[in-house]
């Protein structure tokens, strides 16, 4: 079920929801035919064919998934269109797979995009359902991106000795016609994606976003940045998600409709102290 009501501004929180389940549908859909396609052009038996329709099944489930959600099994134009859409249609006519593993990789990481602004809207709209749903599609795109990346070291190998272009490395394996390069890049490229993680304030304590309009935090002046930093005067010890439970924690040690001290730091290092209530819990 989307969820009902109205949101300020006159938008429903259902078609907010709906118009991004469709816009990643739509995406799933068009990946899942270029990896058809590109699978049914890979050799047969070899590891890039497996890869390739694993993926395939992957974005079939997802759509399925979204589809039971939408309750439209047979949905056909599920989706808005993009300039990114239209990459792994691009590489289907391609005639180099590195290039069209490059444009499927590319609507992976939108599609991946468009499931983390999904799963934004499912915790700001609380919505239980797709809070499931949406973080779980994010981060199998996130694996399948990065095994399209592991597989491009053996598919330019491939293509440079379909060009009789030949190793040219001068390691003591390249001497018996045993190359290691396809092992080394591909090592190299998954080593690469550590590096690519998020890195957030380690100062304990969390950092708020625009306060609702109406609310004690808005009233009082604070604004998006400020940082929440104790809680009835005991610093908050943890950050991200771990601050948000050690929150939520503290303000339930209160009944509902009893007040308690917060602590807010402005961005030039000032603390000053809000007291408010308990006034809603789910």
Do not use: K
């Not at 497996?50 to 759509?63: S, W």
């Not at 409709?257 to 402005?266: A, L, S």
Request: net charge negative.
């Amino acid at each position: 079920m989307l969820p009902s009501g109205v949101m300020r501004g006159g938008r429903d929180p259902g078609a907010v929801l709906e118009h991004q389940i469709r816009t990643v549908l739509g995406l799933e859909l068009e990946i899942a035919n270029s990896l058809s396609w590109q699978m049914e052009h890979a050799p047969p038996g070899t590891e890039l064919r497996a890869a390739l329709a694993m993926l395939r099944d992957d974005c079939d489930a997802r759509a399925r998934d979204l589809r039971s959600y939408l309750h439209e099994p047979d949905l056909d134009d599920a989706a808005p269109s993009s300039a990114v859409t239209a990459m792994p249609a691009e590489g289907r006519s391609t005639a180099s797979p590195s290039e069209a593993l490059c444009l499927i990789a590319a609507a992976y990481g939108l599609a991946a995009s468009g499931y983390a602004v999904l799963t934004a809207l499912s915790f700001r709209l609380f919505h239980p359902e797709l809070r499931e749903r949406a973080p779980r599609h994010l981060e199998a795109h996130t694996r399948a991106i990065g095994l399209l990346h592991s597989l491009l070291a053996g598919v330019v190998v491939d293509e440079l000795d379909a060009h009789e272009l030949d190793c040219r490395c001068i390691c003591p394996m390249c001497s018996l016609g045993a190359c290691g390069c396809t092992v080394a890049g591909r090592a190299t490229i998954e080593g690469s994606w550590p590096a690519a993680e998020v890195g957030h304030s380690d100062h304990p304590g969390l950092n708020i976003t625009t306060p609702r309009r109406g609310s004690p935090l808005a009233i009082s002046g604070a604004r998006g940045g400020d940082r929440l930093v104790a809680i009835d005067g005991l610093p908050l010890t943890a950050t991200g998600i771990d601050a948000v439970i050690e929150i939520q924690s503290a303000i339930r040690r209160h009944e509902l409709g009893e007040q308690f001290v917060v602590t807010i730091c402005d961005a030039a290092g000032q603390n000053r102290d809000l007291r408010v209530a308990h006034v809603s819990d789910y």
